[in-house]
């Protein structure tokens, strides 16, 4: 075996070393693996800098979950975000400047509700919600006019893929055995199948408390700081109060647990709907293959303890429509359903995710049709449905599910609820956060009282924007020294759910790109490269990397 291994690391020095000169292999300056939104900004920043970048991405469609239903945008302190993030903003905005755009609703009659701010800030020229299929045509049109060259559907070969020069990678092959060699990557990823694949520390679950001498990861048993849990006591049996009739259905066994221990369970996954109430333009809630109302009995009996609040997170976006979020404690989340997706296979990954869709289309409908459901939230949901206009290629359902959290790089820093509640400065910012630690609920049992609860949903608010260190980028030095990670980057999982937004991902993708470029063109390691020639370019850039540039 130490034979093979040393003739398989002597061919790939010798491919490595002859790319250059062979005419017919193409070598890109930055390849960047992923369609999220870091892939795009990360392929707009190298391809300004003037380096030669491919996006391949394993998905259909650019943007992640921007373009995936995620409209009414988590943007925290806008004043955090800078450069291409703030950019896309800008863009998003010009579109809505068009009246063609305005097609269900008058601009007049928009709400221009936000987030923490105005939906449409005509002072700074920024718009922070929207329509999923404008923000994928924001994209398109971005990366065609930069002539940036986009791989779509092309699926790492995560077995045998990646190519690496003892820390450095050479190249990675899709599934359809196409291969792209670079100078450089970025995982841009929500699952970092990339980072993965190339032999990188990673962590999934949420760390002990003691880890990083944190409050808020591990095992958070009776701490209620959103309104996801059982208000009220509500039986978790087949027949109400009887312990021997076996378990309603997603109600795990594991009990209470001590707080503040590690496991490996991840924040729930849901897909972000985009829902109207316009007659012309809605496609009501079809019955999901293998439906079975059994499902949703939990919600029933929270309908019967006097819950009334399913359509608070009907959040609305242009033209009459929402983007539509887990609220409750028995919601849009699929609680419990997705802890083995970051390590799952593409088939098993197609699995959870129809189980996923079949859950959130039977939710609706649901809530919509069945008679045990209260006659005004009935006939209220029974208004709403699918947006005829969303997704026309996917039976108007998102294409992009929420992936609030999978695997996590163990890199050169690692982000802890300490930088992102002011504790600790890092000493090579990036870039910005200012949203609070966000977690969804993990699982759902059977407490002491013999009630089903939820665990898991933190919300603890951030004081002001924190600064992200550039070590959270970068894998360890001895296990890759060509790769940045923008997206499953170097945190713990309670910093993650600060993270985790869809501006900060972006963002960082510019950074990550810009720190690529510069490795290039200095001839070193993305570890090696001077943090000030990094900080120079990225200021210049309208990045925002701590308080005192704000």
Same mark, same amino acid.
């Given at each position: ?7 398989l ?34 392929a707009?920043?190298? @391809? ?13 469609h ?25 950019? +896309? ?5 010009l579109?809505?400047?068009?009246d ?14 936000g987030q923490?701010t105005?939906?449409?800030? &005509? ?6 919600? +929207?329509?999923? &299929? ?8 971005w990366?065609?006019?930069?002539k940036i ?27 359809d055995?196409?291969?792209y &060699?670079?100078?450089?990557f ?11 694949a ?5 962590h ?17 048993y ?5 309104g ?7 039986? $978790? ?11 309603? $259905? +997603? ?22 709907? !985009?829902?109207?109430?316009? $007659? ?7 019955k999901?293959?293998?439906y ?12 019967d303890?006097? #819950?009334?609040e ?5 959040? $609305? ?10 609220h ?11 802890y ?11 699995e959870i995710?129809? /189980? ?6 039977? #939710? ?10 209260? /006659?005004d939230?009935?006939l ?6 699918l ?13 992009q599910?929420y992936v609030?959290?999978?695997? @996590? ?9 300490? /930088? ?22 993990? @699982? @759902? ?10 665990e ?5 608010g ?17 296990? !890759?020294?060509?790769?940045?990670v923008?997206?499953?980057?170097s945190c ?14 972006m963002?960082?993708?510019q ?6 470029c ?9 570890q ?16 925002r990397?701590?308080i005192?540039?704000?």
């Amino acid at each position: 075996m130490k034979i093979y291994s040393f003739v398989l690391s002597l061919l790939s020095i010798i491919i490595a070393g002859c790319f250059e000169s062979c005419s017919n292999v193409k070598v890109y300056d930055i390849v960047i693996y992923g369609g999220t939104s870091a892939a795009v900004t990360a392929a707009v920043q190298a @391809r300004r800098m003037g380096q030669s970048v491919i996006i391949v991405s394993p998905d259909k469609h650019l943007g992640g979950l921007t373009s995936g239903g995620l409209g009414f945008t988590d943007s925290g302190n806008t004043g955090s975000i800078g450069g291409l993030a703030r950019e +896309f903003y800008r863009r998003v905005y010009l579109e809505y400047q068009k009246d063609e755009t305005w097609r269900w609703e008058r601009r007049d009659e928009y709400g221009n509700e936000g987030q923490g701010t105005r939906a449409m800030l &005509h002072s700074d020229s920024t718009m922070w919600i +929207f329509e999923p &299929h404008v923000a994928e045509r924001v994209f398109d049109e971005w990366v065609k006019e930069l002539k940036i060259t986009v791989v779509r559907g092309a699926l790492l070969d995560r077995e045998k893929g990646v190519v690496k020069d003892v820390s450095k990678i050479v190249s990675i092959t899709t599934l359809d055995s196409i291969t792209y &060699h670079g100078r450089m990557f970025i995982d841009a990823t929500y699952e970092g199948d990339l980072m993965a694949a190339a032999g990188v520390s990673y962590h999934i679950g949420r760390e002990s408390n003691s880890t990083y001498d944190e409050k808020w990861n591990g095992n958070q048993y009776g701490v209620y700081q959103h309104g996801h849990y059982f208000k009220k006591p509500v039986s $978790p049996y087949r027949i109400e109060g009887d312990s021997t009739s076996g378990l309603l $259905p +997603f109600i795990d066994t594991s009990g209470e647990g001590v707080n503040g221990e590690g496991d490996n369970r991840i924040q729930a996954y849901c897909y972000r709907m !985009c829902l109207t109430n316009n $007659p012309d333009n809605r496609t009501p809630f079809g019955k999901p293959d293998g439906y079975n109302p059994e499902n949703y009995e939990l919600l029933r009996r929270v309908f019967d303890t006097g #819950w009334r609040e399913t359509f608070q997170k009907f959040d $609305p976006i242009p033209n009459r429509k929402t983007d539509t979020n887990n609220h409750g404690p028995f919601s849009t989340d699929f609680i419990g359903m997705n802890y083995d997706y970051p390590e799952a296979t593409y088939e098993r990954r197609k699995e959870i995710l129809r /189980e996923h869709q079949n859950y959130e289309m039977g #939710w609706f409908y649901y809530i919509a049709n069945d008679m045990q459901v209260p /006659e005004d939230v009935r006939l209220e949901m029974s208004e709403w449905g699918l947006a005829k206009d969303e997704f026309t290629d996917n039976g108007n359902w998102p294409h992009q599910i929420y992936v609030r959290e999978a695997r @996590r790089m163990i890199g050169e820093y690692i982000t802890t609820e300490h /930088e992102c509640l002011g504790r600790r400065q890092p000493p090579h910012p990036v870039g910005m956060g200012s949203y609070g630690l966000d977690s969804h609920n993990v @699982r @759902r049992f059977v407490n002491s009282q013999g009630d089903v609860q939820n665990e898991g949903d933190i919300g603890v608010g951030v004081k002001k924007p924190y600064s992200i260190d550039y070590g959270s980028l970068t894998p360890k030095t001895a296990e !890759c020294t060509n790769l940045l990670v923008p997206v499953c980057v170097s945190c713990s999982h309670i910093a993650f759910g600060s993270i985790r937004m869809e501006p900060v991902f972006m963002l960082l993708g510019q950074s990550a790109a810009t720190a690529a470029c510069l490795s290039n063109k200095n001839k070193c390691s993305v570890q090696q490269l001077p943090y000030e020639q990094l900080r120079t370019r990225l200021l210049t850039d309208g990045q925002r990397l701590e308080i005192a540039n704000r």
